[in-house]
């Protein structure tokens, strides 16, 4: 009932010919993974040809943030939402860890952007994710539930139909520490709950919640293994073609 989606992210990492190489390897190794959706999300300077390359494929491309603003004007080092469609992305990741780390994006911020990248007509991953020291603090839950309502606020039931879910634990980016597929399965079925109470059962039953951190061929299985987890957003693994198809193609 709920499509898998398995998306990569490719961060601040590849330049052009190697976006490039690393999506026609891909296109392949994936064209008959029709148990899910795949995509991946290359840098902005990439999106374009990437999209390009991939048409007529199962590979959609996302973008890895965009602007708060909907209106073109004079913001510097922007992109807007209708840019990234445009240039062939049908997705945008939006609230990602290392934007609310590194660049203090905040949840009212990162709502705007969830609305602008709806309004775009793209579909959008909004990430939530606690620290280590908030985990063994034991306010996980606290801190995720406010950074879903926040992140979700003012969306209307049609607009929740376009919104997936990447619950990305901070400790387990890049640090090869995975949550086990009992820690992801408690938190997703949180998040499931939590937005069935703001919104409806059956919004929540459609809600496509991806886990995030150290995904990698080996745990991929146990993960997706799990009832609440319905795929993964993948950072490091998914730089390389043939790893990120292992991911892709995991045993069902
Ligand atoms: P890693 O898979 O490298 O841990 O990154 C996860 C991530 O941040 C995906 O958005």
């Keep these: 009932m709920r499509k898998p989606v398995i998306a990569g992210n490719w961060k601040m990492y590849k330049l052009v010919a190697d976006a490039v190489a690393t999506a026609l390897a891909l296109k392949p190794l994936v064209a008959n993974a029709n148990h899910c ?3 991946i999300a290359p840098p902005f300077t990439a999106i374009k040809t990437v999209a390009d390359r ?11 943030d965009c602007s708060t603003e909907s209106e073109h004007g004079a913001h510097t080092g922007e992109v807007a939402a209708d840019m990234l469609r445009d240039a062939g992305a049908s997705y945008v990741i939006v609230g990602h860890s290392e934007r609310r780390q590194l660049y203090s994006e905040t949840d009212t911020f990162v709502n705007r952007k969830a609305r602008v990248g709806l309004a775009a007509g793209l579909t959008v991953i909004l990430c939530i994710g606690e620290t280590l020291e908030q985990r ?3 306010i996980a839950e606290r801190v995720v539930s406010r950074q879903l309502t926040g992140g979700l606020r003012d969306l209307t039931a049609s607009d929740l ?3 997936i879910i990447a619950y990305e634990p901070i400790w387990a980016i890049g640090t090869g ?3 086990t597929p009992e820690q992801a399965q408690e938190m997703h079925a949180f998040v499931r709950r939590v937005f069935a109470e703001r919104h409806s059962e059956p919004s929540a039953g459609r809600l496509r919640i991806l886990y995030g951190g150290s995904v990698k061929p080996d745990n991929i299985t146990g993960l997706m293994k799990q009832t ?6 993948v950072g490091g693994a998914s ?3 043939e790893t990120f198809a292992q991911i892709v193609n995991y045993n069902r």
């Design 37 to 39: 959706e795949v995509l």
């Design 136 to 138: 063994e603090g034991g």
């Design 239 to 241: 730089l390389e073609a």
């Design 228 to 233: 609440d987890v319905d795929g993964a957003l």
């Design 161 to 163: 139909d376009r919104i």
């Design 177 to 179: 520490l995975t949550a």
């Design 54 to 64: 991939l048409e007529g494929s199962n590979v959609r491309v996302a973008g890895q």
